[in-house]
C-alpha cells in the first residue's frame, strides 16, 4: 500500500474513454500520435492522481439531521438518539415523503461535490425505504443518477439497514419479508449488485445477517457487511465465512476477525468519518490490519447522521492523523484497494492502459499535501470517461 | 455566545463599504430608499452571517512541509522534528531565501481560501524571519497584501515566535536585541499593531515573555501571547496579568489561568486546529471556560507545520465535535467574539448597523449545517466591504 508507482515528468494519453498509455512524457510521446485535434492539458508542477473511488455511502436522502448533530455535541448518544426515534428511522420516515424526482433534486448537488474533490466513482446504497416500494425508488433514483450524471454509482441494496416502524414487534416477519420478496425482486429488476447488512446490537445479528448474506448469494447479489462498528459482534469473522466482498467500519475488529477476513480475501473497508462525525475517538486498528497484510480501503461513509461529508481529502486527513496510515497508504486505500472493494479492481483506481480514464490533476506539488492541508480542495481539474468535466 | 441574534425573513442594506440597516425584510425596506442602481441579492432559503474573523494565523512563510506532517504519522512528535532542525526553525531559513515579490505571490492564493471559506478578515503573524530584516520584509508583505488584496489583514509582530539559528547559544542577546531594536523598529515603521510571544518550555520563558510584552506595550504594540500549548507553563496567568488581549492555544490552561484572563478581560483563543492537525487529542477545556464565563474565540492557527487550513467551517467542525461547543456558540467564537480578540469588536464580527459590510451567503437553510457538514465548502457569496467578491 506504500508504493504508489509515481512518475515523474509524466503523462497519460488517452483515447475515447480509456486510457491508452501512461509513463515518462517522452515515452508516452512515442507511443501515441499527437496531431491538431489532439487536446493536451498542461499539468506542469501538478499532481494527477486516479480520482477516487468512494466505495461507502448512502446518498440518497431526504431531510438532514443537524439537530441530532447538536443534541451529540450536548452529549447525547447516537444509540440514545436512534431509541428517541431519530436515526436512521427518522431518515426512513422523511425519504417515504419524497418521490423519485424530489430525491433525485436533493441528490443531484451532493454528486456535483463528491465529484469537486476529486471523487469519480462511489457505491452507492439503499437503506432508508425499508419497504419493497421506497427501496426500489432508490435504487431507481442512483441508476437514473448514473445515467444522467458524470460520476458513477454502483448500486447496493441495504434493505437490512434497521427495522422499520412498522416490523418493530415483528422483525422476524421483516427478515422474512428482505429474504423472500425484496431480495429476489431487486435482484429481478437488477437494481443492485451487492447486498449489505447493518450487523450490530439491536439492528441485524449475526445469524440474521448471515442468512440475509446467503440469500443475497443465491440471487447473484455479492455481499458485504457493516461489521463491528459500535461493539465486537463478530462482524468481521462471519463477513470472512460468508465470503463477503468487504467488510466496513471495523472500528471493534478481533484479531482473529482480521486474521479471517485475510484468509478470505474480504477488504477491511475503514471509515474514520462517522467515528469523527460522532464526536468519538474509537478509530479501528488500520495499522494491525496493514501490518498483517488485511487490504484496507478507505470511504467517506457519507450520510445525513454519522458522517456528513462528500470529501475523500479530509478522510484521508483523518486516515493519517488518526489511524495513522502515512500519505501513500491513505491514497492506494482510497484509489486501487477502494476499487476492489467494489469489485471494480480492473477497470478503475489507477492509472493503467486500459482503464477508465478518471483522473484528478491536483493544484499541488506533492500528494502528500492533500492529506497535510486539511479541510480545504486542492483539485485543479476532473477527467470522467476521458473528458473534462471540472 | 449561545445567542446569535437569528432573523427569519431578514434583510441587510448596505450602503458604501457598511451596513445601515438590518431587521426583517419589511423593517429594513420601510427603512431605506431603493431606487433603479439599487442592487438586491435574493439570499431566500439561505443563511447570511457577518465574514469569519480568523484571529490567529502564520500566513506568510516559503516551502511547506508535509515531510514533517509523515513524520509525525509515523510517529515522530513535534518536539522532536523540532529539536532536529525541522518546525519552526526550518520556516525561518525558507523565509529568508525570498523576496518581497516571491512572498507576496506564494500569499496571494492562501489568501483567496481564506475569503472562500467566508473569512472577511484574518490576524497576520511574522515569526518566519526572527532578525530585523527579515520581520520588516514579512510585515511590509502582510502590509501590501492587506493594500492589494480583499480580504484584510491585521498584522501582529512575532519575533518571538523561536530563538534564531544563530543565536541558539546565546538567548539573551536574542531577547535583548529584541527589546531594544526589533520591538522599537517595528513600533516606528507602524507595522503591527500586536505583539505576540510563544510561551513555552524551550522557548521564551514566562519571565523572558512578559519582559517582552511589557516593552510591546511601552511601544504602543498590544500584547497577546502563545500560552499552554504543550505543557502548563502558567502562560494564561500571565497573559492576565500583562494585560494581553488574548491569550492563545491553551490546551494545559489552569484553573487559576481561566480565573486570571477572566479576570483581566483577556480572551481566550482556541486553535482546535492545532491539536488536531498534530494528531493530538488534548484539546483545550473549553466548555469550562465557557461554563466560568470567559469568552472564548476560535481560529485556524493556519500554518505550514502544525495546522495548515485556512478553513474556518473545519475548524467549526472541531470546535463542535472535539471541544463540545454548540454550533451558535463555534459561530460566535468564530465572529464577533474573534473580532474583539484582535481589537476589532466595534467595526466588524457581528452584523450591525454602523459596522464593515464584511458578510458571507452560505447555501444552507440551517446555519448548525456549517459544523455539521464538515471538510466541505458551503459558502455561495462573499461580501467584502459591499462589493460582492466571490
Known amino acids: 500500500m506504500e508504493e504508489l508507482g509515481l512518475i515523474e515528468d509524466g503523462a497519460v494519453a488517452v483515447s475515447g474513454k480509456k486510457i491508452v498509455a501512461v509513463g515518462k512524457t517522452k515515452d508516452v510521446l512515442a507511443k501515441v500520435k499527437i496531431d491538431r485535434k489532439t487536446k493536451i492539458i498542461n499539468s506542469e508542477d501538478k499532481v494527477v492522481l486516479p480520482g477516487f473511488v468512494d466505495c461507502h455511502t448512502h446518498p440518497i436522502f431526504g431531510a438532514t439531521r443537524e439537530e441530532e448533530f447538536e443534541l451529540r455535541v450536548k452529549g447525547k448518544t447516537y444509540e440514545e438518539i436512534a431509541k428517541a426515534g431519530g436515526g436512521i428511522r427518522s431518515s426512513v420516515r422523511s425519504l417515504r415523503e419524497l418521490s423519485k424526482a424530489e430525491l433525485i433534486e436533493l441528490a443531484l448537488p451532493r454528486l456535483d461535490r ?36 458524470p460520476l458513477d454509482l454502483i448500486p447496493t441494496f ?31 429488476r437488477k437494481l443492485a449488485l451487492f447486498c449489505d447488512v447493518f450487523c450490530e446490537k439491536n439492528v441485524f445479528s449475526l445469524e440474521e445477517s448471515k442468512k440475509i448474506m446467503e440469500t443475497a448469494k443465491r440471487y447473484g447479489l455479492k455481499p458485504r457487511l457493516h461489521a463491528d462498528q459500535l461493539s465486537s459482534l463478530g462482524g468481521a469473522e462471519l463477513a470472512g465465512e460468508v465470503g463477503a466482498i468487504s467488510a466496513d467500519h471495523l472500528e471493534y475488529i478481533s484479531d482473529s476477525g482480521i486474521e479471517k477476513m485475510k484468509e478470505c480475501g474480504t477488504i477491511a473497508v475503514l471509515l474514520p468519518g462517522s467515528v469523527f462525525g460522532l464526536g468519538k475517538d474509537n478509530y479501528p486498528p488500520a495499522r494491525k490490519m496493514i501490518n ?22 479530509i478522510i484521508l486527513s483523518l486516515a493519517c492523523l488518526k489511524m495513522k496510515l502515512t500519505p501513500a497508504e491513505a491514497i492506494t486505500a482510497a484509489t486501487v ?54
Open 114 to 149: 463528491f465529484l469537486s474533490f476529486g471523487t469519480t466513482t462511489i457505491e452507492a446504497k439503499s437503506g432508508y425505504g425499508l419497504s419493497l416500494k421506497d427501496e426500489i425508488k432508490i435504487l431507481e433514483v442512483i441508476k437514473k443518477l448514473d445515467q444522467i450524471h
Open 158 to 188: 441495504l434493505g437490512a439497514h434497521e427495522i422499520p416502524d412498522e416490523y418493530i414487534d415483528k422483525r422476524e416477519e421483516y427478515i422474512d419479508f428482505l429474504i423472500n420478496q425484496m431480495i429476489p425482486e431487486v435482484a429481478k
Open 292 to 313: 498483517k497484510g488485511l487490504p484496507v480501503a478507505l470511504a467517506t461513509d457519507f450520510n445525513p447522521g454519522s458522517s456528513f461529508t462528500e470529501s475523500m481529502p
Open 337 to 390: 484497494n477502494s476499487a476492489y472493494a467494489i469489485d471494480r479492481g480492473d477497470s478503475i483506481g489507477s492509472l493503467e492502459k486500459g482503464k477508465k480514464a478518471d483522473m484528478v490533476i491536483w493544484d499541488i506539488k506533492n500528494y502528500k499535501e492533500i492529506p497535510y492541508h486539511y479541510g480545504v480542495n486542492l483539485v485543479d481539474k476532473v477527467i470522467k470517461n476521458g473528458e473534462m468535466i471540472r
